[in-house]
């Protein structure tokens, strides 16, 4: 997928678009991206894509991410995590790989080892 802010990924099988309030559990095998405003909890088994109007309030489970928009909570990710300028992250992060680009607010913790995202994807 090819958006404004986001680079090519797999498929997106899974859209929030903007203006869009969803409430609850998302589980999604492919990709999912999330422009408008989502409270609960996300496990993604290919890409999260949080464009810039995207706004997450919950945990977070996903192979890859790129957040452009806020996120307040916990946000495991089993490979890389992007975080594009503008974006504002509030809460724990457990990664293998991290991008932060010069812009970025992140108020929080950020453990990165392949173990860490292990055992936070077994609990």
């Known amino acids: ?25 998302i589980q999604v095998k492919g990709g999912t991206r999330i422009d408008g405003k989502f409270k609960g909890n996300i496990k993604v088994e290919g890409t999260l ?32 995590v992007e975080f594009q300028s503008g974006a504002r992250f509030k809460g724990d992060l457990f990664c293998k790989g991290l991008i932060v680009e010069d812009g970025v607010i992140f108020d929080g913790t950020c453990t990165m080892s392949e173990s860490s995202t292990e055992r936070q994807q077994t609990k």
């Open 1 to 25: 997928m090819k958006g404004k802010d986001t680079k090519p990924y797999e498929k997106m099988d899974t859209i929030v678009g903007e203006g869009g309030i969803f409430e609850g559990t």
């Open 49 to 80: 894509v949080v464009g810039k109007s995207g706004v997450i309030e919950g945990e977070i489970f996903a192979q890859n991410a790129v957040i452009g928009g806020h996120i307040d909570g916990k946000l495991v990710v089993a490979q890389k």
